[in-house]
Nanobody
Framework: QLQLAEAGGGLVRPGGSLTLSCIPS????????VGWFRQVPGKGREGVIC????????DWSDAARGRFTIDRDNAKDTVTLEMHDLKPDDTGVYYC????????????????????WGQGIQVTVSS
């Protein structure tokens, strides 16, 4: 079964930092763009940040720019999301997603048309 597993969520105070990780099961991240998305109650799932399969291209939402980074570790086949200066508006369920792009496509998008999704993990920013 092809799936993703997120880890590292929890409660953090405003201004704090948190790192989420994403590990695939049943496949590996080779030739896949990987993105992080989040969803809050009453709103649709929004793209936060993504990285292309070859690490060459990134994209961020306006909310994430300057505060969030994404990193791929091919040796560990893991993608991490580092979040800094967290705000209450960052509260939500965070999802990791992967999309096969092959060797030629060196880009990623924040659209939700990804093939594989994790179950989501809660991040709460509150004092």
């Amino acid at each position: 079964q092809l799936q993703l597993a997120e880890a590292g969520g929890g409660l953090v105070r405003p201004g704090g930092s948190l790192t989420l990780s994403c590990i695939p099961s049943g496949f590996n991240f080779g030739f896949h763009a990987v993105g992080w998305f989040r969803q809050v109650p009453g709103k649709g799932r929004e793209g936060v940040i993504c990285v292309s399969s070859d690490h060459s291209t990134y994209d961020w939402s306006d909310a994430a720019r300057g505060r969030f980074t994404i990193d791929r570790d091919n040796a560990k086949d893991t993608v991490t999301l580092e979040m800094h200066d967290l705000k209450p508006d960052d509260t939500g369920v965070y999802y990791c997603a992967a999309k096969y792009t092959g060797a030629r496509v060196k880009s990623c998008t924040l659209d939700t048309d990804y093939q594989y999704w994790g179950q989501g993990i809660q991040v709460t920013v509150s004092s």
